[in-house]
């Protein structure tokens, strides 16, 4: 259950406790409705709305496997209708539905009221992903400026209704265990050193610049025209990615090889000899050590990182789960900035 850290009348620092799915899916619960409804979300920093299943939902689960929690209006006192309609997509496909508004619930005593979020009728462009995972929704935490139908975030709602200490939430993600989403602040106790902060090169996703990455032969640097390389800080997106050029080249200097559905796997023998990634970013060296860089299961290790290319104004890279596992993780909505230190 989250817990709350502390609390002085209406603003407060509140934990919410993110499970971890096979190092592949981070989700924790929030509530919609009074009395509460109850719903397990991805906290997506790379998308900005919040939506659920509904009652009748098509293409949400099974009542066997993989069985969803439904968000039924009628049952809550405090439901707003709203009218329009949400369609988004995301990588694996489109979730179509309608907006309403109502209470949402982060954690203790964390509410914020009337918020905009989406009824979705059918969430089949999800596929597989969807039907199995553990989750029923996704609250997106990146800015208004990306939101469909530019409804103001869940976060954004928070900050303005003056529930949240600071316009900060923090990211701890465990390795094989519970992690934390701190709104409002964030926990010493799972970092070290100094927070070093990033200035985002947009506020659309959480954007900044990186100055190179390397690892063994390989090395990137910044783009021809001497812009910085794109990234986006993503904890909805399990993997690290970049242009599939560079990750090519970047997995075979590792000693990956590649495979049918476009990732790549690592002889888990030979892991100990896998180099250390190294991320340049504001003149500082983020380093993933090879070990970490592999997703270990049912007995193959699969590279964690993939070729994606997307078209401008879209990042080259996304650092996912695997960087945010070794870097703890303070995204600041104010002065648009990412923190940076070692998770512990």
């Known amino acids: 259950t989250p817990r709350k850290l502390r609390g002085n009348g209406l603003q407060e620092t509140a934990s919410e406790v993110i499970n971890d799915y096979a190092n592949a899916q981070y989700y924790g619960s929030v509530s919609i409705g009074n009395p509460a409804q109850s719903f397990q979300v991805i906290f997506d920093t790379g998308s900005s709305n919040l939506w659920v299943p509904k009652v009748g939902c098509s293409h949400c689960g099974n009542p066997f496997f993989g069985k969803k929690h439904k968000y039924n209006h009628e049952s809550s006192s405090s439901y707003g209708q709203d009218d329009g309609s949400f369609d988004i997509m995301y990588g694996s496909g489109s979730v179509s539905g309608f907006f309403s508004l109502d209470d949402v619930t982060l954690s203790d005593g964390l509410v914020i009221s009337g918020q905009r979020?989406?009824?979705?009728?059918?969430?089949?462009?999800?596929?597989?992903?969807?039907a199995l995972g553990k989750f029923d929704g996704i609250l997106g935490l990146g800015f208004t400026s990306i939101s469909i139908d530019n409804t103001p975030t869940v976060f954004e709602n928070?900050?303005?209704?003056?529930?949240?200490?600071?316009?900060?939430?923090?990211?701890?993600?465990?390795?094989?265990?519970?992690?934390?989403?701190?709104f409002g602040g964030f926990n010493p106790a799972h970092f070290t050193g100094e927070l070093q902060?990033?200035?985002?090169?947009?506020?659309?996703?959480?954007?900044?610049?990186?100055?190179?990455?390397?690892?063994?032969?390989?090395?990137?640097?910044?783009?021809?025209?001497?812009?910085?390389?794109?990234a986006i800080v993503d904890s909805g997106t399990s993997l690290i990615t970049g242009p599939r050029k560079e990750i090519s080249a970047l997995a075979s200097s590792v000693g990956a090889k590649s495979t049918i559905t476009g990732q790549f796997t690592i002889d888990c023998v030979k892991l100990d000899d896998m180099p250390d990634i190294v991320f340049?970013?504001?003149?500082?060296?983020?380093?993933?050590?090879?070990?970490?860089?592999?997703?270990?299961?049912?007995?193959?290790?699969?590279?964690?990182?993939?070729?994606m290319d997307f078209p401008k104004p879209g990042p080259q890279w996304i650092l996912g789960d695997v960087f945010m596992r070794k870097y703890y993780t303070v995204f600041n909505y104010a002065d648009e900035t990412i923190g940076f230190a070692l998770s512990v």
């Open 197 to 230: 902060y990033v200035k985002l090169s947009s506020a659309t996703y959480w954007e900044i610049g990186m100055d190179g990455v390397s690892a063994g032969s390989y090395h990137a640097d910044p783009n021809a025209d001497g812009s910085p390389i794109t």
């Open 117 to 130: 979020f989406a009824e979705v009728q059918d969430a089949g462009g999800l596929g597989l992903a969807y």
């Open 280 to 307: 340049l970013i504001n003149g500082q060296e983020y380093v993933i050590p090879g070990k970490d860089a592999v997703i270990q299961a049912q007995g193959t290790c699969l590279f964690a990182f993939m070729g």
């Open 158 to 182: 928070a900050i303005s209704q003056n529930v949240v200490d600071q316009p900060i939430f923090s990211f701890y993600l465990g390795d094989n265990q519970p992690g934390e989403l701190t």
